[in-house]
């Protein structure tokens, strides 16, 4: 999970330039594709300041979402995958691409076939981030269950308005070699399912941009589930709230904004 800062504006707003991201970590990090890139803009959010692009790629066992809010500057990214990749490369792809420094990037990298308990407790979420971040992001694993295909395109159809999420997309469900996966794009970010049809393990991904109530999608699974194991991950809190302003944006854009309101005026 990758949140980068004080993006270049008109990279986060461009369609080619998420196309290629998507395509170059597949290849450059030797990553599994079980289809192209599929990229949605969302140019109609409560606030201006939330329209973006979404975007995703289904991935053996795993996928890649890159979540971008042009004018707050920010990127998310998530690369959930069934083996093992260059952590270094991910990131200096991403921070090519999208011209953010190392310094306002945040990073956090876990395993999810067993509760990651080397994490800092400074990126667990308990409730009380929610001045200072983005949202929270649910990873969760139920084992010893059985799902099928149809099953889980129910529940991508279904889940949106049962835990007060915006789907802006019809569930997208394909079969891999070993895995029945599904993904749905929701206005605060996505929501994705990775069914391992061997292990018969499910693996259940929901990161949201906006706060949330966390117990409403746990309480989903334990109603649909039983057991299951899990952890709350904080999003977004790295990010300035305050809006660039003329000086601000001057500094980003150089000597061009300077020409422009020249000529505005």
Same mark, same amino acid.
């Given at each position: 999970?990758?949140?980068? +800062? ?5 990279r ?10 998507? &395509? ?14 599929f990229?949605?803009?969302?140019? +109609?959010a409560?606030?201006s300041d939330?329209?973006? =692009?979404?975007a ?17 500057? &920010? ?9 093992y990749?260059?952590?270094? $490369? ?10 953010y ?21 400074? $990126? ?7 001045? =200072? ?6 990873i ?23 835990i007060?999420?915006?789907? =802006? ?26 069914? &391992? ?11 949201? &941009?906006?706060? +949330? ?5 746990t ?14 991950? =904080?999003?977004?809190? $790295? +990010? ?5 302003g003329r ?12 020409m422009?309101?020249k000529?505005?005026?």
């Open positions: 999970m990758i949140d980068g +800062y004080r993006g270049n504006e008109n986060l707003d461009d369609m080619r330039t998420v196309n290629s991201v998507l &395509c170059d970590l597949v290849a450059e990090l030797n990553l599994g594709s079980a289809m192209p890139p990229l949605l803009p969302y140019y +109609y409560k606030e939330d329209d973006g =692009i979404s995703f790629t289904i991935l053996e066992g795993g996928h890649i979402t890159i979540h971008t809010f042009p004018r707050r500057g &920010c990127v998310f990214v998530d690369l959930l995958y069934d083996g990749f260059d952590e270094d $490369k991910l990131k200096s792809l991403l921070r090519d691409a999208f011209s420094e190392v310094a306002s990037e945040r990073s956090c990298r876990t395993e999810r076939r067993f509760l990651d308990t080397t994490i800092d407790t400074d $990126k667990i979420w308990d409730g009380r981030q929610r001045a =200072i971040a983005f949202g929270p992001h649910i969760a694993r139920v084992e010893d269950t059985e799902v099928g295909f149809e099953q889980i395109f129910d529940m991508l159809d279904r889940l949106p308005p049962q007060g999420m915006i789907p =802006i997309c019809r569930p997208y469900v394909l079969k891999t070699k070993e895995f029945l996966s599904g993904i749905v794009l929701i206005a605060q970010s996505h929501i994705a399912f990775h069914y &391992c049809v061997k292990e018969k393990t499910l693996f259940c991904d929901l990161f949201s &941009c906006s706060d +949330y109530k966390v117990s409403n999608f309480e989903y699974l334990a109603d649909k589930f039983g057991k299951f194991e899990h952890m709350t991950l =904080i999003r977004g809190s $790295k +990010y300035d709230r305050v809006k660039y000086e601000q944006k001057i500094k980003r854009l150089g000597k061009w904004a300077n422009k309101e000529e505005d005026r």
